[in-house]
């Protein structure tokens, strides 16, 4: 009997399985060509768009239902991009139709054609030559008429020419002054700004990435304010050179708009941003134009390390240590991770930089898997803040802050210099408590009989908010168990410092920064210009401890770090010191010096001590001195098996019988199932399943044969259920 060709589509459902359709009608061929391409095929009483994995055939083709039609002519993923997605999928253990399906920008994924990749750009109309000199004098939109006189300026330039110019666009567009052309993509170059000699050290590392040959892993470990920037820089150069492209890994969306100004100043040529900040068009295009390799340096949040790059020639990851870079629902991937392996794969540098590495790659460097890259000495004139731990106990706080603090705050403002008082907790406060039972406002959804998990005060004590589920409240009048009108807020966050500093330095500027501030598109680069370089205060989140660079800026006040140093999370230590070596490094980064202050009630904890007068890399080898005596990450691999129902029983029960499915004489061990550290969230009751083993094989090993056990238990249809590969949290 003669056998029919078959596609082998992967589809972005939950099920570790692929699926065999015949071809489209028309089309009763299928090769390796098709592989990589997009296919819209039938899927019980719906269509779902998937991508063609592979192909075969059948001597039953009446089993099989038809493809509906191509999405594409050619492969949209193929090659090392492919490659390197299956890898993922088969490393996170995850079904690899989600996994091609995360890799895409939405349009793509609901089929939609690859966009057109030309750039836009402004140029000014006959009647914006003859009525431009009736503009105002300085203001915004003169300011861009002036710019555009002498000929068009591409979209992704006008940002580093002129701040806001999008609000001067459309004030010059209803005058007809201006109108929006098509352009090539890059064909409105910029002159490429000269940037400073580097010191020796810089040098150096900028010698070993230019030189290096194919894949090889670099981790860049430089102190705050030592230049890593201007290392990223000259090596991207060097890459453009070669005619090669590049891909920045930033860990937040806020530092986009500073980074990608000063990148297109320097290297003169439009640079794309990719971030979740976009609309689905503008990342479908920017996605687009990197796999035609127009768009030839690249700068985005975690999702962008899935940007084709058909002529790679250069990986970094800025501040990899930070958490942002993780996944935490769907696919449970690390961007660094996986930026590596797509280093690997595509045979070019990766670049892992950071002044407060993580302990994994200190001790892959450590060990010689990576290039270790030490950059010791701020760049300039810069020297490194000097640091105060100031005792609080028995001191008198106004909402937070003692009489010590808030004099070095007015001696710097009337300097003339700028201040962070620095807070990572959002809202006016984390508790509203009724004075005389002591009743707080717990999250209904969120909470258990052993476990409240309150809601956090916001809007100056007038609304309540989960951080965990979302769900908001009013604040009662009166306490819900006593009747009592003493309810008061308990505790600091960054609204309450923003109304206190407020009100004791009137005269100045106070800007708080954190994600409630932070949602629009460019709100903190704004907030940021702003200030501008007049004395005043800034008031934020861990936001403010990435990467900023604010020359004006002399004092940071830590406020309130006890919280983490006492924690049952293994990273806590890890985390506190990254956190308070990232924030301390925005002081003094210019020719003004820094001082960093600290506020504690525990000023002889090891932690600060370690810190303070042996820095960060001192704590790095304590920490990881423990680690290896404890059996955790880097020296063991875990795997987190978690569960949600709405009753606990169903979600203990599809974890012990996981548990039962694991052979006793596995060298994997398996702790659980037990309560998460957060055991309900959004009305769902949440237990995990942790799995440890010292080897990565075995734990690989006992995931591949466990696995297929799992998605068939009964217990299964109650819950809902993920697997997390070296997870960061183990909330």
């Given at each position: 009997m003669p056998f029919c060709p078959t596609l082998r589509v992967a589809l972005p459902v939950p099920l570790p399985q692929t699926f065999d359709y015949l071809p489209p009608a028309g089309r009763p061929a299928a090769t390796a060509d098709d592989v990589g391409r997009r296919i819209r095929v039938p899927f019980g009483n719906r269509e779902l768009v998937g991508v063609v994995e592979g192909t075969g055939a059948t001597d039953a083709p009446a089993t099989l239902r038809a493809a509906l039609e191509w999405c594409d002519g050619q492969p949209l993923l193929g090659g090392e991009l492919l490659a390197s997605l299956r890898w993922l999928a088969r490393y996170a253990h995850a079904p690899l139709g989600e996994v091609l399906a995360t890799a895409l920008p939405a349009p793509l994924r609901r089929g939609e054609p690859l966009p057109e990749t030309q750039d836009w750009a402004w140029t000014l109309t006959e009647a914006g030559h003859l009525g431009r000199d009736r503009l105002r004098a300085g203001t915004r939109p003169q300011r861009l008429a002036e710019l555009l006189a002498t000929g068009a300026v591409a979209e992704t330039l006008l940002p580093s020419h002129l701040d806001g110019w999008r609000e001067a666009c459309r004030a010059l567009l209803k005058r007809g002054f201006v109108q929006r052309v098509a352009i090539a993509a890059g064909a409105v170059p910029a002159h490429p700004l000269a940037g400073p000699v580097p010191n020796p050290q810089q040098q150096t590392a900028i010698d070993a990435l230019t030189g290096a040959d194919g894949f090889q892993p670099f981790l860049l470990d430089g102190?705050?304010?030592?230049?890593?920037?201007?290392?990223?820089?000259?090596?991207?150069?060097?890459?453009?050179?070669?005619?090669?492209?590049?891909?920045?890994?930033?860990?937040?969306?806020?530092?986009?708009?500073?980074?990608?100004?000063?990148?297109?100043?320097?290297?003169g040529i439009p640079v794309q941003a990719l971030h979740s900040g976009l609309n689905d068009g503008e990342r479908a295009r920017v996605w687009a134009a990197a796999a035609r390799g127009e768009a030839r340096v690249v700068v985005g949040t975690r999702s962008a390390v899935f940007t084709p790059l058909p002529q790679a020639g250069l990986l970094i990851v800025d501040e990899e240590h930070?958490?942002?870079?993780?996944?935490?629902?769907?696919?449970?991937?690390?961007?660094?991770?996986?930026?590596?392996?797509?280093?690997?794969?595509l045979g070019v540098p990766v670049v892992l930089g950071s002044a407060t590495p993580s302990l994994e790659s200190l001790h892959n460097a450590r060990a010689g898997r990576y290039t270790h890259l030490r950059l010791q000495q701020r760049a300039g004139d810069a020297r490194p803040p000097a640091v105060r731990v100031f005792d609080?106990?028995?001191?008198?706080?106004?909402?937070g802050l003692s009489p010590d603090v808030l004099a070095g705050i007015a001696q710097h403002l009337q300097a003339g210099n700028q201040?962070?008082?620095?807070?990572?907790?959002?809202?006016?406060?984390?508790?509203?408590?009724?004075?005389?039972?002591?009743?707080?406002?717990?999250?209904t959804r969120c909470s258990t009989p052993l476990h409240a998990t309150p809601m956090t005060v916001h809007a100056g004590g007038r609304r309540l908010q989960c951080h965990h589920c979302g769900a908001r409240a009013p604040v009662p009048l009166a306490c819900p168990d006593c009747g009592s009108l003493a309810l008061q807020p308990q505790g600091i966050g960054t609204e309450r410092l923003e109304e206190r500093l407020l009100q004791l330095f009137p005269e100045h500027p106070v800007l708080r920064i954190d994600r409630g501030t932070t949602a629009r598109r460019d709100a903190l680069a704004q907030t940021l210009a702003t200030l501008g370089e007049a004395p005043g205060i800034l008031v934020g989140t861990?936001?403010?401890?990435?990467?900023?660079?604010?020359?004006?800026?002399?004092?940071?006040?830590?406020?309130?770090?006890?919280?983490?140093?006492?924690?049952?999370?293994?990273?806590?230590?890890?985390?506190?010191?990254?956190?308070?070596?990232?924030?301390?490094?925005?002081?003094?980064?210019?020719?003004?010096?820094?001082e960093v202050w600290l506020q504690t009630h525990h000023p002889d904890n090891a932690l600060l001590h370690t810190l303070v007068n042996g820095g960060y890399h001192a704590f790095a080898d304590a920490e990881l001195a423990q680690r290896e005596s404890a059996g955790f990450p880097p020296f063991a691999h875990l795997a987190l098996l978690r569960a949600e129902a709405k009753q606990v029983e169903h979600a203990n029960a599809f974890l012990a019988a996981v548990r039962q499915a694991i052979p006793a004489t596995t060298a994997v061990e398996h702790y659980g199932p037990m309560p998460a550290p957060m055991p309900r969230r959004a009305g769902f009751q949440r237990t995990q399943l942790l799995l440890s083993a010292p080897q990565r094989r075995a734990l690989h090993g006992l995931l591949d044969a466990l696995l297929p056990q799992v998605y068939p238990l009964p217990q299964a249809r109650r819950v809902r259920w993920s697997l997390d590969v070296d997870p960061v949290d183990l909330y």
């Open positions: 102190v705050t304010g030592s230049g890593k920037t201007e290392v990223y820089l000259q090596a991207i150069a060097h890459c453009l050179a070669q005619g090669r492209q590049a891909l920045v890994l930033v860990p937040e969306i806020g530092l986009t708009p500073q980074m990608l100004a000063r990148f297109r100043a320097r290297l930070d958490g942002s870079y993780k996944q935490q629902d769907g696919i449970r991937y690390h961007a660094r991770d996986f930026a590596l392996v797509r280093g690997k794969a609080v106990r028995k001191r008198p706080l106004q909402d201040v962070l008082v620095f807070k990572n907790r959002r809202g006016y406060a984390p508790v509203l408590l009724c004075h005389d039972c002591g009743w707080t406002a717990p999250c861990q936001i403010l401890a990435k990467g900023h660079d604010l020359p004006r800026l002399t004092l940071v006040v830590v406020v309130g770090i006890d919280e983490g140093l006492f924690s049952a999370d293994f990273r806590a230590s890890e985390k506190l010191a990254q956190q308070l070596i990232q924030v301390a490094g925005r002081a003094g980064r210019a020719d003004r010096p820094g």
